[in-house]
């Protein structure tokens, strides 16, 4: 439902009282906002929680993701710390936070399938869920990522 159509359907519009209907106030959606890391992960923030992965192309970097390391629920990060590793065919990596944050939920799909990493690295292969997110220093945009990708190959 339109915020316009909503607003020129209500009774009160056609009284000349512009009004908003609560149909038009539950459409608006908080969308999140995503960041990338020079390390490779990815964050997605919402208010004060924070999604975390790495990204597409750390996932085709490390080839075939044989085993992921995750933090336990309850554990605190600092921004650029280590928080886990990703073990694959050709080496291990670890995995660092974007962002400060206090682990709510793991992955547990990536536990039992290691290759959702390769298969939905920025989707359904996140890894870790954070709370009480601190606000993001020195991240990218995608397009500042891209530019990354493009000015340093496989940094």
């Given at each position: 439902v339109s915020v316009l159509y909503c607003i020129t359907t209500t009774p009160m519009f056609r009284r000349g009282i512009p009004s908003v209907s609560f149909a038009a106030i539950a459409s608006f959606r908080s969308y999140a906002t995503r960041y990338f890391t020079d390390t490779h992960e990815w964050v997605e923030i919402d208010g004060t929680n924070a999604t975390v992965g790495i990204t597409d192309h750390a996932q085709e970097a490390l080839?075939?993701?044989?085993?992921?390391?995750?933090?336990?629920?309850?554990?605190?990060?600092?921004?650029?710390?280590?928080?886990?590793?990703?073990?694959?065919v050709k080496a291990t990596n670890d995995i660092y936070s974007p962002v400060s944050g206090t682990v709510v939920d793991t992955n547990a799909k990536i536990k039992d399938d290691p290759s959702l990493v390769n298969k939905s690295a920025e989707t359904d292969g996140w890894l870790i869920k954070l709370s009480n997110v601190k606000a993001p220093e020195g991240l990218m945009s995608r397009e500042a990522y891209d530019k990354f990708l493009s000015e340093h190959g496989d940094h």
């Open positions: 080839g075939d993701v044989v085993f992921v390391g995750l933090p336990s629920v309850n554990d605190a990060f600092e921004a650029k710390a280590a928080f886990g590793e990703v073990e694959s």
